[in-house]
């Protein structure tokens, strides 16, 4: 069974620094097909996409609105995804989710649970 458990989260001032991780198991990043993102859910918005990092590859895709500011990136030694949030706005907050588009046997998609990340003075 794909699990997916976030962890970073929390309360940050205008112009700070968070990294988020994404801890998967249920599959194993050097001997799967998967690609990995981070999505956000603003109160009273609609989730929206943030970046996402190929399995092979590592290629990176960002939204308009964090590229430049985040960074995702991937440790197969811990089967782990990381978002770093740099510069962050107060528009920035929202809870923040990890996906998981896994090959096994066809494609299925998991989700975490999410961390919640406030950006205020």
């Known amino acids: 069974e794909v699990q997916l458990v976030e962890s970073g989260g929390g309360l940050v001032q205008p112009g700070g620094s968070l990294r988020l991780s994404c801890a998967a198991s249920?599959?194993?990043?050097?001997?799967?097909?998967?690609?990995m993102s981070w999505y956000r859910q603003a109160p009273g918005k609609e989730r929206e996409f943030a970046a996402a990092i190929t399995g092979a590859g590592s290629t990176t895709t960002y939204a308009n609105v964090v590229a430049g500011r985040f960074t995702i990136s991937k440790d197969n030694a811990k089967n782990t995804v990381y978002l770093q949030m740099n510069s962050l706005k107060p528009e920035d907050t929202a809870v923040y989710y990890c996906k998981a588009r896994v090959w096994i046997g066809g494609p299925g998609d998991y989700w975490g649970q999410g961390t919640l990340v406030t950006v205020s003075s």
């Open positions: 249920g599959f194993t990043f050097s001997k799967s097909s998967y690609d």
